[in-house]
């Protein structure tokens, strides 16, 4: 606890504001539109059962297995909607698809790392492999994977955003907060801490590619929209977890 | 609707200003031992000096309504009317001299104004500013043709040693000690005033009203800042419904806290009631000459302008104003004592306009203030 108010204290601004100065007007727009529909998600995230919970410090170790059995259903199919969507793009988007690509490589396993914090907790493994996808992760699977087959996904970037964004801004506030609540060390907490270290470059990632896509005001105003489908089915993902 | 304009301010600041050294000499060592976690918390937050309305001994000097009135007539000395014409008192604070009658109430007693429309809002930070929306919209409603508000704060009561060592059978975990002890660095006390008219002063210049907006969010945030809870987990008990006041204090729910870890979170509700306020039209960064935000700490500043930085809507640093640093953060009274300082002493020009924010942790509101500056 004290660790997170000194650190957060003490804590300097990060670069992004070179970043994001350059980017053109309309990607300048899209990400202000990104960031109000990125601060509605999480206000939404406050309301969600499992997650104010965590706010108020009564989580606890069962809530985080659960947590991370939903999860795991929804994370193994990321790589298939971020690979799919790369093969959606056509040859005049040649170099949006290779980062996408990339961005697929770099998370394709991650969900190996969430199965190996389950077991951590003392969870059984095929428990967690032969798991399902609850309503809300039927939904945003099915999203995703509806809007990256279709041709030059661009708008796949607002729902980058918020997926990287649940990482970079969310996950080590998480992690902090289920070590202690879920009375749990560092080796239960290993896929949270790989996002929160990992999707700040991402987030970099994100940005680059917000310039390219984001030139018209057709194309700004389906990112957002994206985005906002994306965060409300998440939520409803994480909702779910109460509601079985 | 009439046009609203501050025509006067007045500030006061309890007794000589205390550095950061000195905060302790006054506040107290708690059980005779120094601060672990003061020079932390001081570095972060930049305060350099405070004032204190309790003296050395911790014995009260001023009351808060005594600050109230002392900035009120401050405002009405400088203003060009005549204090028995106020139409409308409108107070904020946090926590009023006595538990009732209101705060509004012993601040109009110690003005001896007659017969006002009386107003007193009730919240932390943003209280006062609650208080001049009642106010604009009244002479909005040309119900009045001026009104006085008040903000004003006396938070060392809460913060001097005595209370930290009555609080005996409160959970002495590292966090709740931390989060007990964080705004004992942080609040300091002050008061200050605005009259509001519905015309600028005839000489000098006035600030219009433009339009004030608040967003609150308790519906979906837990309590961050808080007096009357213990801070256990799972204790419903409020500080009222222990068998007497003596068995709350001990469990440490007169204790003022703020749970640290929900903090940050105001910083991103700040601007996104900033971005809301710019999709509706109401105002552009472009267009912002000053802005005065009312920021607890200065570690807050370097987080809003990473935000206002990635939202594209960043206003430059050279148009932002506070005194934070060397009035301290005087809660409620904090925009007012700001403004004052600022209309006194720096420069600016009729058709200039003044955007403000106040963010209050308590349970999440944040309040925004668009003025342009007029010549009477």
């Known amino acids: ?244 | 609707m009439n046009d609203v304009f501050i025509t006067s301010t007045g500030a006061f600041l309890p007794g000589p200003p205390i550095d950061n050294e000195q905060v302790e000499d006054v506040l107290g060592l708690v059980n005779g031992k120094k601060s672990k976690l003061k020079r932390r918390i001081l570095k972060s937050n930049g305060i350099q000096k405070r004032h204190y309305a309790i003296d050395a001994e911790q014995k009260t000097q001023f009351q808060n309504e005594d600050m109230a009135v002392a900035a009120a007539r401050q405002c009405l000395e400088r203003s060009f009317i005549d204090p028995s014409d106020v139409g409308m008192l409108s107070v904020g604070t946090t926590q009023g001299d006595m538990v009732l009658p209101g705060f509004g109430s012993l601040v109009q007693a110690g003005l001896e104004i007659p017969s006002v429309e009386l107003n007193t809002s009730h919240g932390i930070c943003s209280s006062s500013m609650m208080a001049l929306k009642a106010a604009f919209n009244s002479l909005r409603l040309d119900e009045h043709d001026n009104a006085l508000v008040v903000g004003s704060e006396l938070a060392s009561r809460l913060l001097k040693k005595s209370r930290y060592e009555a609080a005996t059978e409160a959970i002495c975990s590292e966090r709740i000690d931390f989060d007990a002890e964080f705004l004992r660095w942080m609040l300091s006390d002050g008061a200050g005033a605005f009259l509001l008219q519905n015309k600028p002063a005839p000489r000098g210049k006035s600030f219009r009203i433009n339009w004030m907006r608040s967003f609150s969010h308790a519906d979906a945030f837990p309590t961050c800042m808080s007096v009357g809870h213990s801070g256990k987990k799972g204790e419903t008990k409020r500080w009222q419904d222990y068998t007497t006041y003596a068995d709350a204090e001990k469990d440490g729910a007169i204790l003022i806290r703020q749970d640290v870890r929900l903090l940050e979170n105001i910083v991103k509700l700040g601007v996104d009631g900033f971005l809301r306020l710019i999709e509706e039209g109401q105002v552009q960064a472009d267009d912002v000459d000053h802005f005065l935000c009312h920021y607890s700490s200065h570690y807050f500043r370097g987080k809003i302008v990473e935000m206002l930085t990635a939202g594209g809507a960043m206003i430059p640093e050279e148009k932002w104003y506070t005194n934070l640093y060397e009035r301290g953060n005087t809660g409620c009274a904090s925009l007012f004592i700001m403004l004052d300082e600022f209309a006194r002493t720096q420069d600016y020009k009729a058709g200039d306009t003044v955007f403000c924010h106040v963010p209050e942790s308590g349970r999440f509101n944040t309040v925004y203030v668009h003025l342009t500056v007029v010549e009477g």
Request: net charge negative; glycine share 8%; with cysteine.
């Open chain 1, 1 to 244: 606890m004290e660790n997170f108010a000194l650190e957060g204290l003490s804590g300097e601004g990060e670069a992004i504001d070179e970043v994001t100065e350059n980017l053109n007007p309309i990607a300048q727009e899209t990400l202000r539109n990104l960031l109000r529909v990125w601060l509605d998600f999480e206000m939404r995230l406050g309301k969600v059962p499992v997650l104010r919970r965590l706010d108020l410090g009564t989580f606890t170790r069962k809530d985080y297995m659960r947590l991370l059995m939903n999860l795991r259903q929804q994370v193994i199919e990321g790589s298939r909607w971020i690979t799919r969507a790369a093969s959606s793009f056509d040859r005049s988007h040649a170099q949006l698809r290779s980062i996408v690509i990339g961005h697929a490589k770099d998370e394709h396993k991650d969900y190996e790392i969430l199965e190996k914090d389950y077991v951590a907790l003392g969870g059984n493994k095929d428990d967690i492999v032969g798991g399902e996808r609850n309503l809300g992760s039927e939904a945003l699977h099915a999203f995703l994977y509806h809007r990256a087959s279709l041709p030059n996904p661009i708008d796949m970037i607002g729902a980058m955003f918020i997926i990287e964004g649940l990482g970079e801004k969310m996950a080590n506030s998480w992690a902090d907060k289920i070590e202690e609540q879920a009375e749990c060390g560092k080796e239960a907490t290993r896929f949270l801490r790989y996002h929160g270290e990992n999707d700040e470059t991402h987030m970099q990632r994100f940005y680059e590619m917000l310039n390219m896509v984001a030139i018209s005001e057709e194309r700004s105003k389906r990112i957002v929209k994206t985005a906002r489908v994306v965060g409300r089915l998440y939520a409803m993902q994480l909702e779910e977890l109460d509601i079985l």
